[in-house]
């Protein structure tokens, strides 16, 4: 897309995660560009400008036409840090996803403050695409499972350790166990430690997708396959075949759910 095609009004999305920085650019409700970046907490706002208009100007769209943001954030400390390169580089005061915004969902968790708004921005997004019930599993970080009930309401959900997260661990805590690639092997019986290893993570999240999975529709339906299973994160499309619960990946969830709360506070 080229900088004349764009409207005049240009949103710019941040959702700052634990590993990466997903941004976007929307031209209405188009997604025009999207960047991600590698978090680092030690990064200086003007270090994540250079980075963040440079890539932006790849695309051959100039930072003036930026006239509106939103952001979220689950690394409190980036938070600052990002509305400082909104109010400095864009000279726009960013939309903060947090208590008090309209997102038009509501949440039932026990206290709805402790819900990480990426939780939020999925449901909501999956919920202006989809029918509920719905389960969205994000693939990230953390292993995230959510829930949305029959009614639109955000339930709740589950975490565990991410695929990287977890592969991490073993690698650095077992002496003998050297890192090796995340990819399906040809079977669950490994025949050395490399593939052994390779069975074990691909397999053993494989299946606590699929079982978490069905736990979660015997919760949220009186009929069993009635809910739409959205895959979402990093790790989804590497094991989407595998798992074969997935209706639907959806790589930008993130960043539409903050265009669809940008536009409920307008």
Known sequence: MTDESLTADLLLAIDVGNTSIAIGLFNGDELAATFRIATDQDNFADEYAMLVLGLLRTTGIEPERVHSAIMSSTVPPLLATFREVCQRYFKVEPLIVGPGIKTGIRVLYDNPREVGPDR???????????????????????????????????????????????????????????????????????????????????????????????????????????????????????????????????????????????????
Do not use: K, W
Not at 151 to 169: F, K, N, V
Not at 202 to 210: L, Q
Not at 215 to 225: D, H, I, K, Q, V
């Open 120 to 266: 939020i921005l999925h449901a909501v997004a999956a919920l202006d695409r989809y029918e509920p019930p719905l389960v969205i599993v994000d693939l990230g970080t953390a292993c995230v499972f959510d829930a949305v009930s029959r009614d639109g309401d955000y339930l709740g959900g589950a975490i565990a350790p991410g695929i990287g997260l977890a592969s991490t661990a073993l690698f650095s805590r077992a002496a003998m166990l050297h890192r090796v690639s995340f990819e399906r092997p040809d079977g669950p019986i490994g025949r050395n430690t490399a593939h052994s290893m390779q069975a074990g993570i691909f397999f053993g999240y494989v299946e606590m997708v699929r079982g978490m999975v069905n736990r979660f529709r015997a919760e949220l339906e009186e009929t069993p396959g009635e809910a739409t299973i959205i895959g979402t994160g990093g790790y989804a499309h590497v094991i989407a075949d595998e798992v074969g619960c997935f209706d639907a990946i959806e790589t930008d969830l993130n960043l539409d759910g903050l265009r669809l709360i940008y536009e409920a506070n307008q």
